[in-house]
Each structure stands twice: as C-alpha cells, then as structure tokens.
C-alpha cells in the first residue's frame, strides 16, 4: 500500500510539473542569457543518454544532472576525468575533473568537487587600424568550480545540491558569478521478484540548475578613447554593460530497468528506458528519450534522441545538434572491489563533426 502511495504521488507530482514547463518554451529568448557553458555536459558517460538518464545517474557525473544522486555511488572514493572536443572543428575543448568521499563511512552522505575548464584556440586581436590582425592572440578563458553535497535519507529518496562558481573572460575583459544547482530522486520497485533480484528498477528524479544573480563583465576592454565634443583632448569613456542573466532550466526525468534474462535467478542482460524533458529558461524546451542496455555490469550501450522544435528542419533549428547521440562503457572490477571505468560519447551536430567525449572513473572502496 506504501508503495502505490509513493507512486502515486510520484505520478501526481510529475503531471503538476508538467502542465506548465510542457508549454513554456522560451525561444524567443535565446540568445539573451551568459554562461552558456553551465548548459555543457562534458561528462563521457551521462552525454550518451542526456537529460534522459538524470533520474538514475549516479557518482560524480551526477553533479551535472542531478546532484542527488551523487551519494548513490557505489565507492567509498571516486575521480574521474573527461575530454570532450567540442564541435569538432571548431577549436574548442572541454576538460572535466573531479572528486568525491563518501562522509563516515556513507551515512553522512557525499562530498564532491569538480572543476570543468574549456580549451580554445587563440584568436586574432584585430583593431579598426588592422582589422585582418597580424598584431598577435587572444584566449578565451571559461572555467567553472562546484562544491555538491548528496544525501539518501532512505532507500527509496535522496538529494544533494551543487554551489559553483563560474568565472568567463578575455584577458582584459571578465565576469564572474555564483550559481545553485539542486536536485531530488526517487526510487523504488515496481516488479519485484520473489528472490529479490531486481531492486529499485524504477527511478524519477526533479532537479534545477544555474540559480543565481546576474553577472557583470569588467576590465579595461570597456573603455576607449574619445574626444569631448567641442573639446581639443581625449578623454577615457567606460561603456554600460547589462547584466548578464544565468541560463537556468528545469528538468523531470524518469527511469524504468527491464530484466531481459528468462531464467528466474539470472539478471546479466538489462534494458534500462529513459524519458527527459527540459525547461530552459532562455531557448526551447527539450524532450529527451533514450535507452541503455548493460551486460553483466560490465559492459553497456546506450543512446538517444533529443528533440526541440525545429530540430528536423535546417531552417528551423536553432542548434547545431541535431538530436541523435550514443556511447558505450566499460566497467573493469578488480578482486579488492576497486573499479575502472571507460567512457565514450558521441553527438552528431551540423555543420561541424559532431561532439566526442572520452572518459576515464577510478572507484575505490565498496560502499555498503
């Protein structure tokens, strides 16, 4: 009975948040917010499957998607590294790092810390005197740090919440700022079997991220020289900026695993089924669906499809991706419980080659 209540109101939950983000795209907005490097996922792992997957991510990359489920890590310690190109042929790279401890032994919950920088390639400093350059480079400089916590109160609830700092710049112009990411998931089972072998195979999750105060660019990069009317000197002008305004957005997803193995006591082969949709506050709204099929814990492949409005159409769409991405994992267990894990993406865009992400996790300790 408890557990049809928490469906329930699981379900109840999910229509009421639904009924309005479903209509509230913001297309006509994009464009107008900064920090457009909060909405990157430079994760190998959870990228395959987007927005799809953030009911049941877990670990380190949960931090991106929903930080709650960042204590569902099955180690005591996990780092991980990830390596994005991003746009393939646009000179730009994205490198994720992080770290994440378990508190006193798993029931205090989860510490992390990730950075995520991006690469990209030097750019010509042009004036109104040499417009076509020759005078040397620029770089562009985007990094993010975020400090999350992840609690599971039970084993059906947890949550977690993310504060990052975000800095965006050129050498002499920059801004900064702070940002808050939170999140909740749910889990429970909707088919159990009588030895127990298929647990928590249905997971919803609710989150929302880059929560926070406008930005402001500053540096002497908005200032020149002009002279004062009617005057005979020059005088240093300092131009108003706007404040930049954080790409916020909402997401509700959820999660369902399907054993694929006939034999009663046997679950190597899963099919795990996803569904995202995303309320962005300055571009349209997504919905995501995907699919993930894992043998044995070892091995898995997933992929999905992103769709907006427009994305079939090349006039239409507003984005270079074009809604199809896919990856694989694989899990090496070592005898003492350490894992390694290798991690691939991919996400087909045009123009450019598409986005390939490449990923390596270190887990060490059993969490119980």
Known sequence: MNKRLNIALA???????????????????????????????????????????????????????????????????????????????????????????????????????????????????????????????????????????????????????????????????????????????????????????KKNDFNFGVSIKNIGPDMMHKGQGLSYKAMLQNGTFDKTVQVKVDGIKMPSLLNISATYDVRLDKVENMYDNKLTLGFGFTNYAFSANQTVLGAEYTYKGFLSLRGAFVYQEGVFSEDARTTAFTGASGGLSYNWTMETGNVVSLDYSYRHTNPFDGVHSFGVRIGLGEAE
Do not use: C, H
């Open 11 to 197: 379900a109840t939950l999910l229509s009421s948040l639904l009924i309005g983000p479903l209509k509230a795209g913001n297309p006509e907005r994009q464009g107008q917010a900064g920090a457009a490097q909060l909405t990157i996922n430079g994760w190998a792992r959870s990228s395959a499957l987007g927005w799809a997957g953030a009911a049941g991510v877990t670990g380190l990359e949960a931090t991106y998607m929903n930080v709650a489920g960042l204590d569902k890590m099955k180690s005591l310690t996990e780092l991980a590294f990830s390596r994005t190109a991003w746009l393939v042929g646009s000179g730009i790279s994205v490198n994720n790092v992080g770290f994440a401890q378990k508190l006193g032994d798993g029931e205090k919950g989860t510490l992390g810390l990730t950075v995520m920088q991006f690469g990209v390639d030097p750019i010509d400093i042009t004036t109104t005197e040499n417009p076509y350059g020759g005078i040397g480079t620029y770089r562009v400089n985007m990094t993010n740090i975020g400090v999350s916590y992840s609690k599971s109160f039970s084993n059906a609830i947890a949550a977690g919440f993310t504060m990052r700092m975000v800095t965006e710049g050129i050498p002499d112009a920059s801004a900064s700022g702070v940002v808050l990411d939170a999140g909740v998931q749910y889990s429970t089972t909707l088919r159990p079997t009588a030895n127990a072998i």
